[in-house]
């Protein structure tokens, strides 16, 4: 199984606030796994990648910083929250050399 | 620096005609494109993908051509059939470039019309 659960799937935060969006997957151990968002009109941005416990690449400078305390759970965060913030965030995980594979995604929206 | 670009936002085509999704790449390095289908509210899903090594590859209804020397791909659906309708992103991958995440274009609406 290469099942993948975000949660919560959707979320409405005020400007300021916190944020922490858990993804965790099933399937193989030890697994690279990924956050992406996709903005309104934007494609999906890669935001964070990490290949095992701890281990964590960024790709661009943001207001987000990412988290793996176990091996099949990768947790989204902020200290607080900023409007451009807001859209749909995609957790995923590597398959095979180049395939990933998606959760079903949190929309956030942030007011 | 967009490095995938889709540039049409939006495409119409009629049931049971040809699709055609184009796709267009700026970095030399990537060596494997994929296309994924989303539909609203819910996470991508593969499709088809392609490695640079190959300039066509086929699964049913689906193929996905790369021109190399024009950094572009395209993928073609025949025939398209309502439940196409969704927004299809084109991705590059850069098998040198370790554990990096996919790179995306901004997608491209698919409306198929009965």
């Known amino acids: 199984s290469q099942t993948i659960h975000q949660w919560p799937a959707t979320l409405v935060q005020p400007v300021g606030s916190p944020l922490s969006l858990e993804c965790t997957v099933e399937g193989t151990s030890n697994p690279n796994l990924y956050w992406y968002r996709q903005a309104a009109g934007r494609g999906l941005q890669l935001l964070f990648y990490?290949?095992?416990?701890?281990?964590i690449s960024s790709e661009v400078p943001q207001n987000l910083s990412a988290s793996r305390p176990q091996d099949r759970q990768f947790i989204l965060s902020s200290k607080k929250l900023l409007l451009s913030d807001s859209g749909f965030y995609l957790c995923a995980r590597g398959i095979g050399t180049h395939e990933q594979f998606f959760g079903p995604g949190t929309r956030l929206t942030v007011l | 620096d967009q490095q995938v670009k889709q540039n049409s936002p939006s495409l119409s085509v009629q049931e049971g005609r040809i699709s055609i999704l184009n796709c267009d790449y700026t970095n030399s390095m990537f060596d494997y494109f994929l296309w994924y289908k989303k539909y609203p509210a819910e996470g991508p899903t593969f499709l088809i993908s392609i490695s640079s090594i190959k300039d066509k590859n086929e699964d049913g209804r689906f193929t996905v051509f790369l021109n190399k020397s024009a950094k572009h791909l395209s993928l073609h659906i025949v025939p398209s059939q309502p439940g196409d309708s969704a927004v299809y992103f084109c991705?590059?991958?850069?098998?040198?470039?370790?554990?990096?995440?996919?790179?995306f274009g901004k997608g491209t609406h698919l409306i198929i019309q009965p």
């Open positions: 991705a590059a991958f850069d098998s040198g470039g370790g554990a990096d995440g996919l790179t």
């Open positions: 990490s290949v095992g416990i701890g281990q």
